[in-house]
């Protein structure tokens, strides 16, 4: 571990296989939660990463360019973060380094990921109902400009549905480039032991994420039912079967695969 000290500021590094090490005992940590608990934690989560998002939607209704407005969301992700609440997409990179590391099994893992994902979503929905029923006066008054916003990208997140089986797969891509990116939010959280160091290191991958437009399951699992609500012309099918479900298969691959798999046997093998 090296320490350096910039600005009065000392921020120590943690070398990757003590981060792996740090995230295995963070998936034995998981596993304790009873179901009610990662219920709780993950309804808790979603709305920040709303938060995050109504921020960026926002600016770019105000007139300011995607990409630039993109690198204020992670501010809702940080905030999620050190409250300890519970997001899938970083428990699908967490949770199977710990079943590699022996820290918890395969069972864990699973019963993680469905009682997280289902926090997430049930999370997800109400922030989109009370964030539509607040700005419209229950439906009395027209949708304002961050609505149509949002309404205008749930559209776009099923126009994968134009290309078929291809589009489709699309979106699983869509989905691994966003989780390959966004997990690395858990992963980098370990790569110091400062405060600021830390936020700053996760607001690095998560900010390519947003500017790039990848997609994340859990920002959706509040996006488009809010989308819905404000007048969107997509169907429940059509948000499951055409973003949901094909992303939610590319955020577990992009994780598990590219960095709970790959990067962290690339610090554990023997040499």
Known sequence: MADYANAGIVIETVPPAEMGAALAADAANKAEFGTI??????????????????????????????????????????????LG??????????????????????FQVI?????????????GVFFAWLLWFSFTEGGSVAPNALLTVIAHTAEHKVSYIQYGALGW????????LCNWLVSLGSVMSKATRS???????????????????????????????????????????EWWVWNQIPVTIGNILGALVLNGTLWYYSHTLQK
Request: net charge neutral.
């Open 37 to 82: 608990h990662l219920i709780v934690r993950g309804f808790l989560c979603t709305p920040f990463l709303a938060y995050g998002a109504c921020v960026v939607f926002a600016m770019v209704a105000a007139g300011v360019p995607l990409g630039a407005a993109g690198l204020i969301f992670p501010a809702g992700y940080v905030t999620l973060s050190f």
């Open 85 to 106: 609440l519970e997001m899938a997409t970083g428990s699908f990179v967490t949770m199977p380094i710990g079943m590699y590391a022996g820290t918890v099994t395969p």
């Open 111 to 123: 019963r993680n990921w469905t009682w997280t994902l289902t926090g997430n979503l049930l999370g």
């Open 169 to 176: 797969f699309a979106a699983v891509g869509m989905g691994v």
């Open 195 to 237: 405060t600021v160091g830390r936020a700053l290191l996760m607001w690095i991958p998560i900010g390519m994420f947003f500017a790039l437009g990848f997609e994340h399951t859990v920002v959706n699992m509040w996006l488009i039912p809010c989308g819905i609500f404000s007048g969107a012309h997509v169907s429940i099918y």
